[in-house]
T-cell receptor, first 112, second 113 residues
Framework: DTAVSQTPKYLVTQMGNDKSIKCEQNLGHDTMYWYKQDSKKFLKIMFSYNNKELIINETVPNRFSPKSPDKAHLNLHINSLELGDSAVYFC???????????FGPGTRLTVL | GDSVTQMEGPVTLSEEAFLTINCTYTATGYPSLFWYVQYPGEGLQLLLKATKADDKGSNKGFEATYRKETTSFHLEKGSVQVSDSAVYFCALSRSNAGNMLTFGGGTRLMVKP
C-alpha cells in the first residue's frame, strides 16, 4: 500500500493556467508538507500544515495555496502559472512536529 | 536562518570503495538531523536520522554521527555497491519551526562496477 500518494505524476500546462496537485496519506499522520525541487535538484519547503497551524515559507508566492479537506489530504493549488513554476513538487507527512517525514513520489510540473 | 551545506558532487567511486559525504549545518537550538536518498526517478526515502548530540544513525551499512561541536553529520559507508548510486540529501528540522526540513543541495553518488 502506498503511504503517501500524489496525483498526477506528470502535469504539462500553459502559462497563466490554474492547476492543482493532490496529495493523500494513509499513515494517520496529522502534519503534511509541500516541497519544491528545482532542475538542479535543490529542495525547498513551501508549507507545513496541520489542523491547527499553517506555516508558509515567506519566499512562496501567494499564487500557491494549500487546501486540506481533511487530515489525510493536502492539495496544492497554483494560480496563474509561470515558467519558473516548472519543477518537481513533493508532498510529505509526519506524525507530529518532531517526527520523521515520509515523502510521496513527486509530481513533475512543466509550464510551457 | 537555518542552512545545510554538503559537498558538491558528483562523487564517483568504484564498487567496494569507502564513502564519505560531508554535511555541516547552521541552526539555532537543537535540530534533528537526517540523510535522505533519492534514487533515479523516485521520491525521497529516509536513510537515517539522529535527534541529539552524539547520536549515531545507521541503516543499510550507512552511518552518520551528530557532532554538535563541529555542527556536522557526515555520511559514511565502508563498502559501496552499484545499487547505492543515487542523490543523497542532508537535512535538518526544528520542532519549533513546524518541523519543516531544510535541505542541503544534494550530492550525486555514482558507483562503477
Amino acid at each position: 500500500d502506498t503511504a503517501v500518494s500524489q496525483t498526477p505524476k506528470y502535469l504539462v500546462t500553459q502559462m497563466g493556467n490554474d492547476k492543482s496537485i493532490k496529495c493523500e496519506q494513509n499513515l494517520g499522520h496529522d502534519t503534511m508538507y509541500w516541497y519544491k525541487q528545482d532542475s538542479k535538484k535543490f529542495l525547498k519547503i513551501m508549507f507545513s500544515y496541520n489542523n491547527k497551524e499553517l506555516i508558509i515559507n515567506e519566499t512562496v508566492p501567494n499564487r500557491f495555496s494549500p487546501k486540506s479537506p481533511d487530515k489525510a489530504h493536502l492539495n496544492l493549488h497554483i494560480n496563474s502559472l509561470e515558467l519558473g513554476d516548472s519543477a518537481v513538487y513533493f508532498c510529505a507527512s509526519s506524525a507530529g512536529n518532531v517526527d520523521t517525514q515520509y515523502f510521496g513520489p513527486g509530481t513533475r510540473l512543466t509550464v510551457l | 536562518g537555518d542552512s545545510v551545506t554538503q559537498m558538491e558532487g558528483p562523487v564517483t567511486l568504484s564498487e567496494e570503495a569507502f564513502l564519505t559525504i560531508n554535511c555541516t549545518y547552521t541552526a539555532t537550538g537543537y535540530p534533528s538531523l537526517f540523510w535522505y536518498v533519492q534514487y533515479p526517478g523516485e521520491g525521497l526515502q529516509l536513510l537515517l536520522k539522529a535527534t541529539k548530540a552524539d547520536d549515531k544513525g545507521s541503516n543499510k551499512g550507512f552511518e552518520a554521527t551528530y557532532r554538535k561541536e563541529t555542527t556536522s553529520f557526515h555520511l559514511e559507508k565502508g563498502s559501496v555497491q552499484v545499487s547505492d548510486s543515487a542523490v543523497y540529501f542532508c537535512a535538518l528540522s526544528r520542532s519549533n519551526a513546524g518541523n519543516m526540513l531544510t535541505f542541503g543541495g544534494g550530492t550525486r553518488l555514482m558507483v562503477k562496477p
